[in-house]
């Protein structure tokens, strides 16, 4: 497996025997954490083993040294991100490797293990990423995991050939079955690491956060996790309608249409090609990704949440209140071009929740455009989320509404806009969270500490025991959809509350349940 330099580390870590042979883990720059880092968790999905379901690790001989992250999933190069600044990302198939965080002193009992998925559109995203970075976390006497799992047109390509060959008639959806390797992996071996198997907490941001809420329906997930946190988004709303999830058949016919634009005429010359080709031909198109395919995900999950085949587990889950302010407006800023996404996103609205969407200026049109792109992909599934779960009534839910702002320093790009305006951006609560502020481009400050200090207490006590709540931290109250109430995290107003964005929310169902959208896979 290629592997890449990882800096920081202080000395050498404990020998674990896992599944495949023994590691070797590293000591960290944090006092008293060792790490174990590109553990392989299944074979290497090249030549014929690509576009099939994760398969087991050859195993090997001697003790390895699990000092580097492996290479990251190929996808196409990210441009440089001047919010958080990141090392040179080395791309390979071979990508498939968990990481490790754990205390070096075992203390003779087992801890809460926390697994964290990435984000990235399900067309991007890597472990090897500082803001993910375990060590801080693991420090308060956690074992937390990061893994890579396949993205884009190498982790969802859905094709007829390929559903031949399949035991199950089906294809596409390998991301989310290396997900669920990944967490089999971690049940199986992190008792090693000082982990509890039964305490396993599942975390992701974004379309991590959509993986979460997809194991949660899942079937083959089923008791791989006792706890979930969503955090910013989940595939409840209509197909297509930007909710990361569509129509199997639509999906086949994509691929049999990507192999005929490269000129491929079987799936064997498709895994015969170079994977930049293949990735650099999938480019900006946002077609493959999660296919409801009846086996894998066997129905919407919303559908199953609302009839009860959902895992019997606690959530945690919300949004940050400025989710759109990092993406281009919905409608391109005018009040016509606004008017015409709301008119192909937002179903048949009824005339008086219009005013919740449209604008009458441009300059309000750019606002309502990002506001309403956060909507439809974030904020109408996590509370969507939350509430389904909610009328379970099985376990605990916490909604939470992040809306800390801090203004960007001078020499940071603004697109245009003002240093402030960015505000609560979608990822902008990962750092504090994770324990992780000091990653971001911009100098730490008192508020900053203060945020990190009580945003990562609340998800810590959470992997612990279920419950955010804790000594010195203000009450969060479980979320009933009676009472619709959120916390509202923020360095010194943080407090419970009702929901500002239900109104505008509820609209949004609203105009979905009048008219359900099917709008085609490449919209």
Do not use: K
């Amino acid at each position: 497996m290629l592997c890449l330099p990882r800096l920081g580390r202080a000395g050498e870590g404990r020998v674990v025997s896992v599944t495949g042979g023994e590691l070797e883990g590293v000591a960290t720059a944090v006092p008293g954490v060792d790490a174990w880092l590109g553990i392989p968790y299944a074979a290497a999905p090249v030549g014929a083993l690509r576009w099939r379901p994760p398969q087991p690790v050859p195993p090997w001989s001697g003790t390895r040294r699990a000092e580097r992250f492996s290479a990251s999933p190929w996808a196409m190069p990210r441009q440089a991100q001047a919010l958080f600044p990141q090392r040179p990302v080395v791309m390979s198939e071979d990508c498939l490797s968990v990481n490790v965080w754990a205390p070096a002193d075992r203390a003779g009992r087992s801890r809460p293990v926390v697994v964290w998925i990435y984000g990235g559109a399900y067309v991007a995203g890597t472990s090897d990423d500082a803001r993910y970075d375990g060590a801080h976390l693991a420090a308060q006497d956690v074992v937390f995991v990061s893994f890579n799992h396949r993205v884009g047109i190498l982790g969802f390509l859905t094709h007829p050939e390929l559903a031949a060959e399949s035991p199950d008639g089906v294809s596409g959806n390998y991301a989310l079955l290396d997900q669920i390797a990944a967490l089999r992996w971690v049940r199986e071996n992190i008792a090693a690491f000082g982990g509890d198997p039964e305490r396993i907490t599942l975390m992701g941001q974004s379309s991590g956060a959509f993986s979460v809420a997809f194991h949660l329906v899942m079937p083959r997930s089923r008791g791989l996790f006792q706890r979930a946190v969503a955090q910013s988004g989940a595939p409840l709303g209509p197909l297509n309608t930007m909710s990361m999830i569509s129509r199997y058949r639509g999906m086949e016919e994509a691929g049999v249409e990507f192999a005929r634009r490269l000129g491929a005429r079987s799936i064997a010359e498709l895994r015969r090609m170079d994977p930049f080709q293949l990735v650099q031909a999938d480019a900006g198109r946002w077609i493959f990704h999660p296919a409801l395919d009846g086996v894998v995900i066997p129905e919407h999950p919303f559908d199953a949440i609302a009839a009860g085949r959902v895992a019997d587990v606690a959530l945690l889950a919300g949004f940050n209140a400025d989710e759109g302010a990092l993406f281009p407006p919905l409608g391109g800023g005018t009040v016509a071009g606004l008017e015409q996404a709301v008119q192909r996103y937002c179903g048949a609205l009824p005339a008086d929740d219009l005013h919740h969407f449209l604008a009458t200026t441009d300059a309000e049109a750019v606002a309502r455009g990002r506001r309403l792109l956060a909507d439809i992909v974030f904020n109408w599934n996590s509370s969507a989320l939350t509430t389904a779960m909610a009328l379970n009534r099985r376990q605990a839910v916490y909604f939470y509404h992040f809306v800390f702002r801090d203004t960007l320093p001078a020499g940071i790009p603004h697109q245009g806009r003002d240093s402030g305006e960015f505000g609560a951006f979608h990822g902008a609560e990962i750092g504090y969270a994770l324990r992780n502020p000091e990653t971001a481009a911009w100098p730490m400050s008192e508020r900053r500490v203060l945020m990190t200090e009580m945003m990562s207490r609340y998800w810590l006590n959470f992997a612990r025991g279920g419950d955010p709540n804790g000594a010195g931290l203000p009450t969060w109250p479980c979320f009933e959809p009676g009472r619709d109430t959120v916390l509202y995290l923020d360095a010194e107003r943080t407090a419970a509350g009702p929901q500002p964005f239900r109104e505008r929310l509820q609209a949004l169902g609203r105009g979905w349940a009048n008219r359900v959208l099917e709008l085609p896979p490449s919209a």
